[in-house]
């Protein structure tokens, strides 16, 4: 009876510590995952702190280094200032001294372009003068050869009209009334040339008479050609005595044309 209920206990006290073994085993799992919970979170914590640190930390170098950037710029702009302006400086000393430089080779340069300019002024007034002084003494050379000329052409226009003059009595000596009449017409362009009032007179009242009384009354021709040469003298002579040259043209006006006429 005894040995009958030692195993039963047994087996009731195996079964009490293995109720007591699973309560402990589930203690045990919950405080594990409480801790793990626990280490977990205290993980995100610590990662996110991290993230924040580390945020921050870069945050901090950024401004850092923009504000070491800012600085250095600042510094290389104010080192790059005071160089311009110390070469500006310089420049503006050496421009000063170049200034000088070229104002005094300027001013030396302008000194001797007045002196040849004035040189120059000088003898182009000379030359002026000279040449004035040739032009005068050619004008009077000029004028002093016209004159001559002048004198030259009227004595030898008045040797010519006494050579008509000579030629006109041989034909009259001869008896040729048409040749008197043309020698007179000559006679008349060399007065005209000559510009002597008093020979045209005498050439045209000649030939006045020599129509008059030789050649109207002699039946004498001429041809039309020799009668335009005698009106266009004519009319050049009315300048002269416009009555006397009318009084002609009309008598020439009444002598036969005859273009075949031949004179002797």
Same mark, same amino acid.
């Given at each position: ?14 079964? !009490? $510590? ?11 799992? +919950? ?5 793990? %919970? ?5 993980? &995100? !914590? ?13 945050? !901090? ?6 504000? $070491?950037?800012?600085? #250095?710029? /600042? ?8 160089? #311009? ?9 050496? @421009? ?6 070229? /104002?005094?080779?300027? @001013? ?7 002196? @040849?300019? $004035? ?15 040739? *032009?005068?003494?050619? %004008?009077?050379?000029?004028? %002093? ?5 002048? &004198? ?6 008045? &040797? +010519? ?13 001869? %008896? ?17 040339d000559a510009e002597s009032a008093e020979a045209v007179r005498s050439a045209m009242r000649r030939m006045r008479r020599t ?13 039309? &050609? ?6 266009? *003298? #004519?009319?050049?002579? =009315? ?18 044309? *005859? $273009?075949?006429?031949?004179? =002797?």
């Amino acid at each position: 009876m005894s040995i009958v209920k030692q195993p039963q206990q047994l087996i009731t006290q195996t079964e !009490a $510590d293995l109720s007591a073994t699973r309560a402990q085993l589930s203690a045990i799992k +919950e405080y594990h995952s409480s801790l793990l %919970d626990t280490v977990y979170w205290s993980l &995100t !914590a610590l990662s996110t702190i991290v993230a924040l640190l580390a945020g921050f930390g870069w945050f !901090a170098n950024f401004r850092m280094y923009e504000n $070491d950037k800012t600085r #250095l710029k /600042d510094d290389l702009e104010a080192k790059i200032q005071a160089v #311009l302006a110390q070469v500006g400086a310089r420049l503006n000393e050496h @421009e000063a001294q170049l200034l000088q430089q070229l /104002d005094a080779r300027q @001013e030396s340069s302008a000194t001797r372009l007045f002196n @040849e300019l $004035d040189f120059v002024r000088k003898d182009l007034v000379k030359s002026i003068e000279q040449s004035e002084t040739r *032009d005068n003494k050619l %004008d009077s050379m000029v004028s %002093d050869l016209k004159s001559v000329s002048d &004198t030259l052409i009227k004595k030898n226009k008045e &040797t +010519e009209a006494l050579v008509r003059e000579v030629e006109e009595h041989i034909w009259e000596l001869k %008896d040729i009334p048409i040749n008197i009449l043309l020698t007179q017409s000559q006679a008349l362009s060399t007065a005209i040339d000559a510009e002597s009032a008093e020979a045209v007179r005498s050439a045209m009242r000649r030939m006045r008479r020599t129509i008059n009384e030789r050649i109207l009354p002699g039946g004498h021709t001429l041809s039309s &050609t020799m009668i335009g040469y005698l009106e266009d *003298d #004519l009319a050049v002579a =009315a300048k002269t005595d416009s009555v006397l040259s009318a009084e002609v043209q009309a008598l020439v006006k009444k002598i036969p044309v *005859d $273009d075949e006429a031949e004179t =002797a």
